[in-house]
């Protein structure tokens, strides 16, 4: 970016000169123009300076609304393996990865049922 094209308020005369237009005022804080300058102008105190700025996080006038989180429920497809978790609420009948209606929450898949499953036709080679 070209330094040379930005406008700068001359807290002088207050109006907009190009920086290369600019010298520091005596006071070293701001900036006035050339002409000023030439003059000895004063800083004008008519022109309004910015004022600071808070850092302060956003308050809200809202009542806070207490969320409950909702129980997750984690279900595996017994086609492909793919384990998921749902919300208590939503309703899974299909796997969401091969689309297959083989799942099964996961409390319900214990040793004795792997062991079932395993011996299964479809895992034979």
């Known amino acids: 970016m070209d330094n040379d094209n930005l406008l700068i308020i001359c807290r002088a005369c207050g109006r907009k000169q190009l920086m290369h237009n600019m010298r520091p005022a005596p006071d070293g804080e701001h900036m006035i123009c050339v002409d000023c300058a030439k003059k000895g102008a004063s800083i004008s105190s008519e022109i309004p300076l910015r004022k600071a ?3 302060t996080p956003f308050k809200s006038h809202k ?3 207490t ?3 909702e129980k ?3 279900y595996i497809c017994t086609n492909c393996k793919y384990k998921f ?3 208590e609420s939503q309703h899974v009948e299909r796997c969401p990865y091969c689309g297959k209606q083989t799942i099964l929450t996961d409390d319900q898949i214990d040793a004795d049922t792997l062991i079932k499953e395993s011996a299964s036709k479809k895992y034979d080679w």
């Open 53 to 55: 700025v808070e850092n």
């Open 63 to 65: 009542k806070k609304e």
């Open 67 to 69: 969320v409950k989180s």
């Open 72 to 74: 997750m429920i984690k």
């Open 85 to 87: 978790s749902r919300k």
